[in-house]
């Protein structure tokens, strides 16, 4: 299977499984992506971690079977790669990447649709498009400008210059650059983590993070956004919970509702 799916604890951890082809997709790896997807959502999976297996995270598309001036690449991206990207970034949970290797191309749109990303320092990762002729896609423009400015994302579009691990997270572009043999361990501690704590509260921080990025709002739409997800966070368990717990002074246990 070129995507797999492991949960443990409320973690749901997707594989990216097809490491011959540097984890570049095809169709039947898109729609395995897509499968997986709805099956960890269909889990109510409370954090998930996106990894690739083999020597990459992803290579991107896999161009294996591209045909130059005959194929439509505006309907590839409209109706196979961008359907996807937005399942993961709109993904009802807290998401996190590991990245290893190469994470070019719709790979680093999978990456970067997640809401952090860890990197191996000896990543390697940017924007090569300009070498074959090409354009950024799969969300990139928009990630990458939120990370790190449009300036340095022109840059590295214009110079086509792969990046390390380390600089990606010296630049924002990752949350933490990590030694190789430690980056999935980390990850996945982090997850677990997240698993267990108040998920429905920290939903409404993704939701409302994802309209300043989208809806541009100011601070008095913030303000109100704000007290809206105080109020929903304040009639779940996890609230009572919370509070209680904070006034016994004992540890709190989350259910994510």
Partial sequence: MSVELVISQDVGEIIMNRPAKMNAFDDAMVAAMNGRLA??????????MIRGEGPAFSAGRDLAGAEPGKEDAESILKTVFNPMIRKIANFPAPTFAAVHGPCLGAGLGIALACD???????????????????????????????????????????????????????????????????????????????????????????????????????????????AKAQGAAGRTEDYREGIGAFQAKRAPKFVGR
């Fill in 39 to 48: 099956e960890a959502e269909r889990a109510r999976v409370r954090a998930l």
């Fill in 116 to 226: 952090v990303v860890y990197i191996a320092e000896d990543a390697k990762t940017g924007s090569p498009f300009a070498r074959i002729g090409a354009v950024l896609d799969s969300g990139a423009h928009a990630f990458m400008v939120a990370r790190i400015g449009s300036h340095r994302t022109l840059e590295l579009i214009y110079s086509g210059r792969l990046i390390s691990g380390a600089e990606a997270a010296q630049i924002g572009l990752a949350n933490r650059a990590l030694p190789r043999d430690a980056l999935f361990d980390e990850m996945r501690k982090l997850a677990a983590q997240v698993a267990q704590g108040p998920t429905a509260a920290l939903m409404e921080s993704k939701r409302l993070i994802a309209r300043i990025r989208d809806e541009a709002l100011g601070l008095d739409g913030v303000l109100e956004a704000e």
